[in-house]
């Protein structure tokens, strides 16, 4: 039931007319085999947002934080101490 309510919010967020002004680093992480929170998506948000805007790929993942919760973390700590 959680999985369905949050897919449903989902279909109808668009964060697009406002990913431009943010002005920080900021760390995308995206599962490679994603369907529902596709790659192609995170390099979308990554060109509108410019600026020290990375992507960390989970390779593999489709719920990256649930399938690979170390990996998740990992990219999280390099982005934040680099």
Do not use: C
């Not at 390099?43 to 649930?66: L, R, Y």
């Amino acid at each position: 039931m959680g999985y369905e309510r949050q897919f449903e919010a989902l279909k109808y967020f668009d964060s697009k007319s406002w990913l431009h002004e943010i002005n920080i680093p900021t760390l995308t992480i995206a599962g490679a085999e994603d369907i529902i929170a596709p790659l192609s998506g995170a390099k979308e948000v990554q060109q509108e947002i410019g600026n020290d805007t990375q992507i960390a790929v989970v390779p593999n993942g489709h719920v990256s934080p649930i399938e690979q919760p170390q990996k998740v973390v990992d990219a999280i700590l390099k982005f934040l101490t680099v």
